[in-house]
């Protein structure tokens, strides 16, 4: 199965995506396992410091003494460089906040999983053809349920995830669900920067098996 398949798949089985980034290498690691007895099984930590590059190589070291059946997926990819630096150290799959082209040129080119951000339809079109399957819809919030629901039929090939803004209530993950997502990324609402700063890794599993839950009885 081409990892492409398997990211999707993974994403769209747990129906969240859940990320995150957090400068403290030993904080990341946690949250890691924190997750994971949660029972997610994709994870997308954000590219958005100096230490997620050496963060990202430590989550691949303790995944894979540990979570074997985890898959690990880098975000905030703005170039083609960020690309090859993440895939040379692991990373399953590649999330944009946008689509750059060149980065998916290479990473479908290669069979690996690349979700972008896109906004408008004319973003959407560009990415679907470039060979991009899974649409990141960011920030989710700005667009909201109806837009999906208003170019849903445009597109009947594609997955949509909506992210930025998502938040863990019951109502706003159906809404998405009604306007046909595959999965929802749930940053900041579900790890928040408090919960990371008070290192309460109970609170994180136990906030991320509720909306594990929530989605499964949606769906």
């Known amino acids: 199965m081409s990892t492409t398949h398997k990211a999707s798949e993974a994403i769209v089985k747990q129906g969240i995506l ?11 690691i946690e949250i890691l396992r924190a997750i994971y007895r949660a029972g997610i099984k994709a994870v997308e930590y954000t590219n958005r410091g100096e230490a997620a590059l050496s963060n990202f190589a430590k989550m691949v070291e303790v ?10 997926g ?3 990819i703005k170039n083609l460089n960020q690309a090859k630096d993440f895939e040379k150290i692991g990373a399953d799959f590649f999330i944009s906040p946008g689509f750059v082209p060149e980065v998916a040129a290479y990473l479908i080119g290669k069979g690996l999983f690349y979700s972008p951000g896109c ?18 819809l960011f920030p989710g919030n700005m667009l909201g349920p109806d ?23 019951k109502e706003n993950i ?22 990371m700063t008070a290192k309460d890794y109970a609170t994180i599993e136990l906030e991320t098996k509720k909306v594990l839950e929530v989605i499964q009885l949606i769906k």
């Open 18 to 28: 859940p990320l995150y980034f957090n400068a403290d290498e030993t904080v990341t």
């Open 63 to 72: 995944r894979n003494a540990e979570m074997p059946d985890l898959l690990l």
């Open 74 to 76: 880098i975000g905030t």
């Open 119 to 136: 906004m408008t339809p004319t973003e959407i079109i560009a990415a679907e053809n470039a060979g991009v399957t899974f649409i990141k």
């Open 147 to 169: 837009f999906l629901s208003g170019i849903k039929s445009l597109f009947p090939k594609l997955l949509f995830m909506p992210t930025g803004g998502v938040d863990t209530s």
């Open 174 to 195: 159906e809404g998405w669900y009604k306007a046909g997502v595959s999965a929802v990324g749930m940053g900041s609402k579900l790890i928040s920067n408090s919960l």
